[in-house]
């Protein structure tokens, strides 16, 4: 899965939507100015940058399997403990943190019970254990995906993922052995400035969408595009998408 690529480009992608809904998951971890916290699958380090705002470097660990991202994260936090790992492998030791998050990482863990597993163990007894996972039907890309299966059957929503239904991030928080699970909706919205503004970031490669879009070929992209149009408001308008977002303790 192609997020071994340019952070920019993720930011673009993704970021403008994992920066202000890491500000909702962190208000949800009930930290102190002395918790320590780890971020798993922290990416280029959209939830690292709130939780350095809110606690300082020295608090705040992470964990990244890209070594491009990795390398992006540890070039914009120096101060930050950022290691290369996949979160069915956290390299650290049993009872460490106050609190463990995973912003928009379950659905593309190999294992995302082995992941939440690990998760709680290296969470201090009593310390809170999140995660988010975009909507099915309700993410950022629903309307390519909405676009891409009208015109090909065997394009696949990655809203099918793990957590992005209904239950099921709180289902996995369950058989991970997490205790006092909750689950919530989380909302951001954006402005799109133009039609470009939102479709430019998808051509860039990244993730399950980006994938499929470098894929196709140009009349095939063009057709996409065409469609995308057809889907989404003019220009400029706003977005809303929806996240779910559990809680549990360790």
Not at 8 to 31: C, H, I, K, N, T
Not at 93 to 121: H, K, N, Q
Not at 127 to 141: C, E, I, Y
């Given at each position: 899965?192609?997020?071994?690529?340019?952070?920019?480009?993720?930011?673009?992608?993704?970021?403008?939507?994992?920066?202000?809904?890491?500000?909702?998951l962190?208000?949800?971890?009930?930290?102190?100015?002395?918790?320590?916290?780890?971020?798993?699958?922290?990416?280029?380090?959209?939830l690292?940058?709130?939780?350095?705002?809110?606690l300082?470097?020295?608090?705040?660990?992470?964990?990244?399997?890209?070594?491009?991202?990795?390398?992006?994260?540890?070039?914009?936090?120096?101060?930050?403990?950022v290691?290369?790992?996949?979160?069915?492998?956290?390299?650290f030791?049993?009872?460490?943190?106050?609190?463990?998050?995973?912003?928009?990482?379950?659905?593309?863990?190999?294992?995302?019970?082995?992941?939440?597993?690990?998760?709680?163990?290296?969470?201090?007894?009593?310390?809170?254990?999140a995660?988010?996972?975009?909507?099915?039907?309700?993410?950022?890309?629903?309307?390519?995906?909405?676009?891409?299966?009208?015109?090909?059957?065997?394009?696949?929503?990655?809203?099918l993922?793990?957590?992005?239904?209904?239950?099921?991030?709180?289902?996995?928080?369950?058989?991970a052995?997490?205790?006092?699970?909750?689950?919530?909706?989380?909302?951001?919205?954006r402005?799109?400035?133009?039609?470009?503004?939102?479709?430019?970031p998808?051509?860039?490669?990244?993730?399950?969408?980006?994938?499929?879009?470098?894929?196709?070929?140009?009349?095939?992209?063009?057709?996409?595009?065409?469609?995308?149009?057809?889907?989404?408001?003019?220009?400029?308008?706003?977005?809303?998408?929806?996240?779910?977002?559990?809680?549990?303790?360790?």
């Amino acid at each position: 899965m192609a997020f071994d690529v340019a952070p920019d480009s993720y930011d673009r992608f993704m970021g403008r939507w994992s920066s202000p809904l890491a500000e909702q998951l962190v208000d949800r971890l009930g930290l102190t100015p002395e918790s320590r916290v780890l971020d798993v699958g922290c990416g280029p380090g959209a939830l690292t940058a709130v939780l350095v705002d809110r606690l300082g470097a020295p608090n705040v660990s992470a964990v990244e399997p890209s070594a491009t991202f990795r390398a992006a994260a540890r070039e914009r936090f120096p101060d930050v403990d950022v290691r290369q790992a996949a979160a069915e492998a956290l390299p650290f030791e049993d009872d460490v943190f106050d609190a463990v998050a995973a912003g928009l990482v379950v659905p593309f863990m190999s294992d995302a019970v082995a992941g939440l597993t690990e998760m709680r163990r290296v969470a201090r007894p009593g310390g809170v254990v999140a995660a988010t996972a975009w909507a099915q039907g309700r993410g950022p890309l629903n309307a390519l995906w909405r676009a891409a299966q009208s015109l090909d059957r065997s394009a696949r929503d990655e809203g099918l993922r793990p957590g992005c239904r209904p239950g099921e991030l709180e289902a996995m928080f369950e058989r991970a052995e997490l205790g006092d699970v909750r689950t919530e909706e989380l909302t951001v919205t954006r402005t799109m400035t133009s039609f470009e503004d939102w479709w430019e970031p998808v051509t860039f490669g990244v993730g399950p969408a980006g994938d499929y879009v470098r894929r196709l070929d140009d009349a095939a992209r063009a057709a996409l595009r065409e469609e995308c149009t057809r889907t989404l408001p003019e220009a400029p308008f706003d977005l809303s998408v929806t996240a779910f977002c559990a809680t549990g303790r360790a």
